[in-house]
């Protein structure tokens, strides 16, 4: 079983930063694939990023270049570095878990609005 606490979220204007976190508690976390998912008002859910076990990334398009995935094993802990925040990453933010043989579970999900 596992427990995902997502912080960081908030409201940016364009151009700017924000790092989201999220602490993993309740099994081997770093047995897990890790990543962060978004969903837009009238948009269905979508991949922003992805850390497999092994450190290997997965991007979204609209996002490479922009955004970072990291983990921290030792702290339990994975964050999203987004840097250059457009209006159109405005989404609530989920973070994630994956394991063959525990399933998937889902943060609470926490709102990134980019606005002027």
């Known amino acids: 079983q596992v427990q995902l606490v997502e912080s960081g979220g908030g409201l940016v204007q364009p151009g700017g930063s924000l790092r989201l976190s999220c602490a993993a508690s309740g099994s081997i976390f770093s047995r897990y694939v890790m990543g962060w998912y978004r969903q837009a008002p009238g948009k269905q859910r979508e991949m922003v990023a992805t850390s497999t076990s092994g450190r290997i990334t997965n991007y979204a398009g609209s996002v490479k270049g922009r955004f970072t995935i990291s983990r921290d094993n030792a702290k339990n802990t994975v964050y999203l570095q987004m840097n250059s925040l457009k209006p159109e990453d405005t989404a609530v933010y989920y973070c994630?878990?994956?394991?063959?043989?525990?399933?998937?579970?889902w943060g609470q999900g926490t709102q990134v609005t980019v606005s002027s």
């Open positions: 994630y878990a994956h394991n063959p043989v525990q399933g998937d579970y």
